[in-house]
DNA sequence: GCAACTTGCTAATCCGATTTAACAACGGAG
DNA sequence: CTCCGTTGTTAAATCGGATTAGCAAGTTGC
């Protein structure tokens, strides 16, 4: 049985002061006369004891929990957003701060009935997250409470975003193709995603895009073609083989996601095309597939340990969180998919 | 700004009762004798104040937070895993709960001080979650409290166990090759992992192993052979291009996971077999690429979201705690990979 | 008509800390 | 020998609820 446990009042109690002397004691106020001796006493009662705070009844009087609320639509959900969690859930350690995670599914309703529950809770601030990129509306609640965005944005809204710097990953998409001497035949398979299934979805394809044109065009380069798609293994896959069939004879992808260059990799193979002999593939997200395919994915990886990472990181910093984007670089992952360009 | 909260004495006031009264109608409570007129008073002052009782001062009084503390080595790191903490997340919210979520990397003194740091905030319950199955021992600050362990085993720890059916998931493997005609022919990859990266890791294999050769010889087959070796895609392709190479001709493969059953599709691949024409797979977890491997993977699949469910659901059911191992079906997510044996 | 209940409500206390205000004891200045 | 400032300590209030004990007023019993 979980025996009753030490309160201060037994540390106060076996070290021979008041509550009061203890409590400055313990939390090492240097604006309150304790002599020395009280000091120590109280420190070796407390460790004898084994005494713990407890942060609920501490919190009651100072407002502060130590505690983190995450907001997110489906965030656990994506198979490696996982990486968000953790890298928010290791600087909260490192801070000796807890997290609570909840998941809305997209539902307002829910949404702002998670952050009330949350408020109850007395959590010292919240984090909006997205699964994807994305234009959001916060939920009533949070107006005037200390806010981070994570991969998300509202403009208007007075808080810091943190998200992947995706024109930047568009850009270095193109150099990586430049450097390997690809100049033609460049071929973009899931473009700005403008007619996608999630109708906010469009600023990474977007920010991709502009990146990737923006470079080539400086490098006397340009794009084949752009094949707008859904970002699915199916729709690299018959997009792919829907390229190759119409007579176009490709030397370089740029997949939008590693799950559709897996679909390209089976329409390419299928057509008996080779990567990177015949054809160079770079995508983006690094996914678990990319480092597994073979050959392995060249991509632009999603810094999502990062973009947790620093959603903390901003969140319990000192003073007022101002309303700026952060733009989290996202490292090439250079693998096996690019080579020269095939002979004509 | 966010302007001072709502509390029960401006609800008291505004209804013109005493803070007592206020919390008796509010609570609902029955053996406490309050006047229609008065409860009703008091309701439509608390809902037109917007009132929300604050959680942290309950709980100092009662005991109890609403939350729940969840532990786990790196169980939001792998990438399907995340669905254990959905499952948790979505009974939890259904039961007014919240989750604290932390991860400890497998280190111990981590672990010990996440859960103290928890006890500190005075969850009511703890789940201690591993990301593979196995047995551990639970950090002794955990003895004496309400536990549940997911997704692993404590023997001579009083907790209660939700743990994947591995030995009917094996029995299941074996039905499906035993339905399609397979009596021979049928291989292991990945075994019982006999000689794993992580010594404690032997309860999957150990169980898929056991289910399968009962049924298959019950069934009246067996077991060409056994390859031990570890779980991964490299693995599984250099097993497999071995196996080849040294004249074998399997009808089926049993891949321990979907991982090993992707670097066996490379394998064959290359060799210049079809799947499920020359050769049939199945497999176990149904990961992201199960469904998207081409022909799509049959396997089984690990409950996750069900453990984190059932996690839960045991943790906040009435009544103390039973040691009860639940064991979670894997369900057969039948696909394209196994077709009728291949004639001579 | 008075004791014994019932009904409806509230004052006071508690939970475990933090924090404010005040109070002894002592030393030095005048 | 006072007066004042310093030093070390503590009583009491506070945070926002839950809970216990008790108190008026109205009802019933005989």
Redesign the interface.
């Known amino acids: ?2 025996e009753r446990r030490v309160t201060m009042a037994d540390v106060a109690r076996k070290a021979g002061v008041s509550p009061t002397t203890a409590s400055f004691a313990l939390s090492g106020r240097t604006d309150m006369r304790i002599s020395d001796a009280s000091r120590e006493r109280v420190l070796v009662a407390a460790r004898e004891l084994g005494y ?6 501490r ?2 009087r100072t407002k502060s ?1 130590q ?1 983190i609320g995450l907001v997110s639509d ?1 965030i ?8 968000v ?2 890298g928010a ?2 600087a909260a ?1 490192e801070r ?1 701060h ?6 809305a599914g997209g539902d307002r309703e ?1 949404e702002s009935s ?1 952050v ?7 959590v010292d601030a919240v984090i909006y997250a997205s699964m994807f990129t994305r234009y959001i509306t916060p939920p009533k609640e949070l107006y ?2 200390r806010v981070v965005l994570l991969n998300c944005l509202a403009p208007g809204f007075d808080a810091p975003s943190a998200v992947p710097d995706e024109i930047e990953a568009g850009r270095d998409a193109a150099r990586a193709l430049l450097a390997a001497g690809h100049t033609e035949g460049i071929w973009s398979i899931g473009g700005h995603q403008a007619v996608p299934a999630t109708p906010e979805g469009i600023i990474a394809g977007n920010e991709r895009m502009r990146g990737l044109e923006e470079v080539l065009r400086a490098g006397g380069a340009r794009l084949d073609g752009v094949v707008e798609c859904d970002w699915d ?1 199916r729709d690299g896959h018959r997009e792919v083989t829907a390229l190759l069939a119409a007579g176009h004879r490709p030397r370089a992808l740029v997949c939008m996601t590693d ?1 559709v260059s ?1 679909g390209a990799y ?1 329409a390419l193979g299928e057509a008996g095309l080779s990567v990177p002999g015949d054809v160079s593939v770079v995508s983006f997200d690094d ?3 990319a480092s ?1 395919l ?1 050959p392995a994915l060249t991509t632009l990886k999603l810094p999502h340990y990062q973009l947790g990472r620093l959603a903390v990181e901003l969140i319990l910093g000192e003073g007022p969180l101002e309303a700026v984007v952060h733009r989290v670089p996202m490292p090439l992952q250079d693998r096996a998919s690019i080579g020269t360009p095939a002979e004509g």
Do not use: C, K, W, Y
Request: no cysteine; hydrophobic share 40%.
């Open positions: 049985m979980p713990r705070p407890n942060v609920t009844a919190s009651l929990t505690t489906r656990t959900t994506t198979p490696f957003a996982g990486d969690i953790r859930l290791e350690r000796d807890l997290l609570f995670i909840t998941e829910a998670l009330h529950a949350l408020l109850d809770r007395q005037g409470r293994t799950r897996l089976q996914q678990d597939i597994v073979r």
